[in-house]
């Protein structure tokens, strides 16, 4: 409750903008203690948040004057290396799943950021960097255990309540608190390959158009990546892969990376799968401002490449204030998932786009938040729609643009369904939301 040891802390999240106070926060332990917190809030007339990672930048988890669950106590994950299963409850980091499978040489994908909570990124989908060999995290999971908006305790599997195994594989919060996961594994290894090249941005259109191309045929182990950003000398952009196996194969496709150009700097290193892991993670990330849109595209023409490399302004450094923007490739195993077998949509495409920007200064905000907008305005003309968990909380207000954007016409019509049938009264709606029917 406010004023008591810890609550505090329990309701700061990743992005620092976000300062709400709940009524009360239940930490819990158990799927019995979810249970009796679904049930207290709907006596009380609560809103309901669900806290796992916290990374959600809207803030979702944290309602003001609400009761916010935060199942952060419920972290575990248990490893059957011989059915390469993994039951992960639904409090885990990604980092713990990552930790535990390792040590049999097996992973399943599993965001870029180990500190990520596994039940946001799943339900949302889950991009990572096995995803072109082994789908999303979503396309992973075997079954779900899940709390009802009634307070019922249910599975959701190909077999059991398959409408709701649909609907959360790629649709969300929406249908209920997730306590329990269970992955499919697979042999990985524990070895990677990472190669970046750095070019001056005002030259580096026809590197990304060769980049671009060498992508279109590149291994499913390999995940291209570009990225530009404000270095001390004008701003740089960095094209490269991430390479999930053995690093000797991943080498072979150096020369064609050497070929795009004369870097001004490059890296190559091999690290471990579990330093891959982490090496996006943010120290003191939660003393940071936070905002950033995103696009999907499936074509990426010369045009959005200049719009890539100018990221919002009018010039290559027009801004202190321009955002980092990047990529990451999709396709390979992503793709070959019928787009009807579940909520998540876009599997056609080529490129995950982002821009974003931390700081740490308030007064900031409306100038960090515009920039980034801006980057995002650039690239929407060659957009084909969005990754539900980038939606941006502007975005959601605005009527249902922000969920039409992430799904189809006929997917958000059996989302509704879906959403109609477990949780009519929408009480799961602290989220990226689709409305029930009535």
Partial sequence: MPGDAGYDTARTVWNAMIDRRPRMIVRAASVADVVAAV?????????????????????FAVPDGGLMIDLTPMGGVRIDPVRR??????????????????????????????????????????????ARQHGLACDNVISYTVVTAEGEVITASRDENPDLFWGLRGGGGNFGI????????????????????????????PVIERWRDLNAVAPRQATFTAAV??????????????WVGDPEQGRRLLPAMR????????RVTTPSYLDLQQRNDTTGGHAYRRYAKGHYLRRFPTAAIEAFLLRGG??????????????????????????????????????EFGAGSRWTVPAEDDARMGAARAAGAALEPYASGVYVNSLTADELADGRRGVRRAYSA????????VKTAYD???????????????
């Fill in 259 to 266: 070929a795009l150009g004369r870097p001004l700097a490059s």
């Fill in 229 to 242: 950003d404000s270095g001390p000398a004008g701003p740089i952009a960095t094209v490269g892969f991430v």
């Fill in 314 to 351: 009018t010039n290559l450094s027009s801004s202190p204030y321009l955002p980092g923007v990047d990529l990451q490739a999709h396709g390979g195993a992503i793709a070959d998932v019928p787009e009807a077998d579940a909520a998540f949509s876009h599997r056609g495409t080529m490129f």
């Fill in 85 to 130: 299963r993994a039951r992960v409850q639904g409090g885990a980091l990604l980092g713990a799943l990552d930790q535990a499978a390792q040590a049999y040489g097996l992973a399943t994908t599993a965001g870029n950021v180990s500190h990520t909570g596994v039940g946001g990124l799943t339900l949302g989908g889950g991009m990572g960097w096995l």
């Fill in 178 to 205: 997730v306590t329990e996961f269970e992955f499919a594994l697979h042999h990985t290894g524990t070895r990677t390959l990472v190669a970046e090249f750095d070019f001056r941005a005002e030259d580096a259109v």
């Fill in 410 to 417: 006929a997917k958000l019509a059996r989302l509704t369904a």
């Fill in 424 to 438: 009519p009264a929408n009480v799961f709606h602290l989220n990226q939301n689709i409305r029930p029917a009535r």
């Fill in 39 to 59: 049930r207290l809030a709907r006596e009380l007339d609560l809103e309901i948040g669900v806290r796992c990672g916290g990374h959600n930048a809207a803030g």
